[in-house]
């Protein structure tokens, strides 16, 4: 019985862009020759490592996924280590999704998606509540302040104009 498996392997940076292409059609051409039907390939570009790997710090990153029998795919993994070309590598086993769980995800994720723009809008509108309250705060405190300021010159005022009265009925 045929297992889906993922493949990802990394290729050393001192490997020109043609060898890359080389390396990677000889690895598909591997999992062909041990009766794997390649579903998927991807080249994920150059990337640092996490940690030096016999002194080499970049490489180039794969990633394959196909078909294969498990037993075969014991015989590729053991022909896969003595490949030099290829730094470290990790195959995994995947569950192939049925088409309704494939469509349950796609609702989980628009649900969750809904969810997050609902959230988004709602601290959007307290955000907008919260300037409003301040701006009318500020306002408030301005036409205050301007009614004290008015209130102080209108004291100035009736003294002074009691000190003119004062000095005019003498």
């Not at 710090?57 to 003595?82: C, R």
């Not at 995947?94 to 796609?106: L, M, N, P, T, Y």
Request: hydrophobic fraction near 35%.
């Amino acid at each position: 019985m045929n297992q889906h498996y993922e493949l990802a392997y990394i290729v050393p940076i001192s490997y020109l862009e043609g060898d890359l292409q080389k390396v990677n059609d000889e690895v598909t051409a591997m999992i062909k020759q041990f009766g794997g039907t390649i579903t998927m390939t991807e080249d994920m570009g150059k990337r640092r490592l996490a940690y030096p790997i016999k002194q080499i710090h970049q490489g180039s990153y794969f990633a394959v996924e196909f078909d294969m029998e498990s037993e075969k795919a014991k015989e590729f993994e053991q022909k896969l280590k003595l490949k030099n070309e290829v730094l470290r590598y990790m195959i995994v086993k995947k569950k192939i999704k049925s088409a309704e769980e494939i469509a349950r995800e796609a609702k989980i994720q628009e649900g969750l998606r809904t969810a997050k723009q609902e959230e988004l809008t709602k601290i959007e509108a307290e955000e907008k509540a919260s300037i409003k309250k301040n701006e009318d705060e500020v306002l408030v405190q301005s036409a205050s302040a301007k009614k004290e300021a008015n209130k102080a010159k209108l004291e100035d005022l009736d003294k002074k104009l009691d000190e003119i009265l004062k000095d005019d009925v003498i």
